[in-house]
């Protein structure tokens, strides 16, 4: 088995439906299986791929385990050589697995890939380009110095503008919607941490990825359509804005704690995380 497809269900009926037919319409001769985990949905998620996608193996949880918790699910059943995690809410090219696993095939060196992840805008997901969130791009993300100089490398650190995104090239993390990963380097380093329900749970499995000494490479020879906070991931919880708010700044206190405590002064732990409550109060 070349590749094994992870797609993670939550309340996402048509976007799933156009995902799972956009797998189906795909160019490639791959052997390949598609796994779909549904975190207990109530939208008819479940009857849509009994019935018109009897090929997609299928996991019914009882209950909302969360992002990474789900796609973990899948991974104990998937036996391909590549493990693809790809939202509900995106929609693949017809050449676009041919061209990624391709790319993988060719550069032994590169743990995870990913290709363009394009808004419907026709604009890159800013999400699937980005740079660790280290104290300094951290500060500079959340108090919008980034936005004011988009292609400054030293304030850019978070989405790392300053790049050329019409080549290839090395980014630290991908986003979770389109994830494309070597099972032998989760064997190596485990998959992701159930600990992040929602959010940054890509950012932590890529962090651990380069850590173990694997690149992670931005393809843009190809691309997906990703419709945005549609996905399971998205929906887990149904948050209204200030919660969601408050949701994500908690989960990148946990990344903080997880990755930087130990590398960084207690003073700055308190520096970045009185910055984040800080932009949590103004936004809200």
């Avoid at 300094?136 to 050329?164: C, D, I, M, R």
Wanted: with cysteine.
């Amino acid at each position: 088995m070349k590749l094994s497809i992870i797609i993670v269900s939550y309340n996402t009926q048509d976007y799933l439906r156009q995902a799972l037919q956009s797998i189906k319409q795909s160019t490639d001769t791959l052997t390949k299986e598609v796994i779909v985990v549904d975190n207990a949905s109530s939208d008819g998620s479940l009857e849509i791929i009994q019935n018109q996608f009897n090929w997609v193996k299928l996991i019914k949880n009882s209950r909302n385990l969360g992002y990474a918790a789900a796609n973990n699910a899948g991974l104990g059943q998937a036996r391909g050589e590549y493990i693809l995690f790809l939202n509900s809410d995106t929609r693949i090219l017809p050449e676009t697995l041919a061209i990624m696993i391709d790319f993988m095939d060719q550069h032994p060196d590169a743990g995870v890939s990913t290709c363009r992840v394009e808004l419907p805008s026709g604009d890159i997901d800013p999400a699937s380009h980005r740079g660790f969130p280290t104290p300094w791009n951290a500060l500079t993300y959340f108090v919008g110095l980034e936005k004011l100089f988009p292609q400054s490398k030293f304030f850019s650190g978070y989405h790392q503008g300053w790049k050329n995104l019409s080549h290839v090239h090395e980014i630290d993390s991908p986003a979770g919607a389109f994830f494309l990963t070597r099972k032998a380097v989760l064997d190596q380093i485990g998959g992701f941490d159930d600990q992040f329900f929602m959010y940054a749970e890509d950012l932590d499995l890529s962090l651990r990825v380069k850590r173990a000494g694997w690149k992670i490479m931005y393809v843009p020879s190809t691309k997906i359509i990703h419709y945005k906070k549609k996905s399971g991931r998205a929906s887990s919880h149904r948050l209204t804005r200030s919660r969601t708010q408050q949701h994500f700044f908690t989960t990148m206190k946990l990344f903080y704690d997880k990755h930087y405590q130990r590398q960084y002064s207690p003073l700055v732990r308190w520096l970045v995380l009185t910055g984040i409550r800080l932009t949590r109060l103004i936004r809200n």
